[in-house]
Every structure is written in C-alpha cells, then in structure tokens.
C-alpha cells in the first residue's frame, strides 16, 4: 500500500484489505451467534455501507434478508449536521429483528436521527454494527451493539468509504495524509 490522491487530497494507508476481512469474519460470526435462532433482516446504510454489508452478510452463516435505506450527511470531508434520506425504507419491519449496517460512525447524527424513526416500525429489536467508529467525534450517545475498528478522527476513504464519489472502490482504508 502507499500514498494515493483522491481529487485534490493525499492519503495515506491505514487499514489493509487483509485486516478488514479478518474482522468482517469476526463480526459475521458474532452475528451468527447472536441470531442462531433468528431470521435477521440487515438494514444497510447506502451509501458507504455497501461493500461492507455484502461482505458481512456472507460471513453470516444464518438466514437474513438484505434490505438498503440511503441517508447522508457529508460534503466533502465534513458532515454538515444535516441528515438528507434519498431512498426510504420500503419492508415492514414490524416484529423482524433489525441489524441495521452502517459503514462509519463519527458524530453519530445519522443514527440518532434514524433510530427514532426505525423505532416507529415495531422492530422486535435492533442491533447496530458499524465497520468504524471514530469515539472521539461522537456527539450522540448511541447503543453500537459490534465495532469492527475504533479509529482516530481523521477522514478515511475506501472500502465502501468516499471523498466526493471517489474511492469506493478501493480495497483497502486509507486516512487523510
């Protein structure tokens, strides 16, 4: 891995590949414990989430549904505090246990406006998992039930994770240089 740009910004390795899958494996196997019984329906947070819910999904060895909201509130490196929802939720989740996905937690915004609004649904429960979580950032205490990374407070792009459209697709995290 070494330093990559990302329209006008410089990044350097953080988290590789090999590291995610071992913890995305870790964490699909605690899912499975945990739902032995059950038929969760994971409930991913487009866009970032994306890469990190279908690889999660198949680390689960259980029966899920897969179902996708997308929400947002970053321009450029920063959240605007703003949470926009451009793709609402479409399933009754009403009585289904809910393990909502989410790519990276920072000030928590986005869940603590969400959360009340899922609640609304009837879940029998809901479980947040998160790939990263940046402690230091966060302004909302939240119930994060599986963490895959706590990071600094810094921005990343990869794996899922964005700088204005691009980086995505990158299979590892790099932070901002």
């Not at 909502?100 to 649904?121: K, M, N, Q, R, Y």
């Amino acid at each position: 891995m070494s330093t990559i740009q990302v329209h006008d910004l410089q990044f350097k390795p953080f988290i590789t590949k090999e590291k995610i899958q071992e913890r995305v494996a870790e964490l699909g196997a605690a899912l499975t414990e945990e739902y032995k019984d059950k038929n969760p329906i994971f409930l991913a947070i487009l866009n970032g989430s994306f890469i990190f819910a279908a690889d999660l999904i198949r680390a689960c060895d259980m029966n899920v549904e897969m179902s996708f909201i997308r929400l947002s509130s970053y321009e450029g490196t920063a959240t605007t505090g703003r949470i926009v929802t451009h793709l609402g939720l479409k399933e009754n989740l009403e009585g289904k246990d809910v393990i909502l996905v989410e790519d990276i937690i920072d000030t928590g915004a986005t869940l603590h406006h969400f959360i009340p609004t899922l609640l609304e649904s009837n879940p029998n429960s809901i479980s947040v998992v998160s790939l990263l979580i940046k402690p230091s950032a966060l302004k909302y205490a939240l119930q994060i039930d599986h963490v895959g990374f706590k990071i600094p407070n810094k921005f990343v792009v990869g794996y899922g994770l964005d700088y204005n459209s691009l980086g995505r697709n990158l299979p590892d995290i790099y932070q901002l240089a």
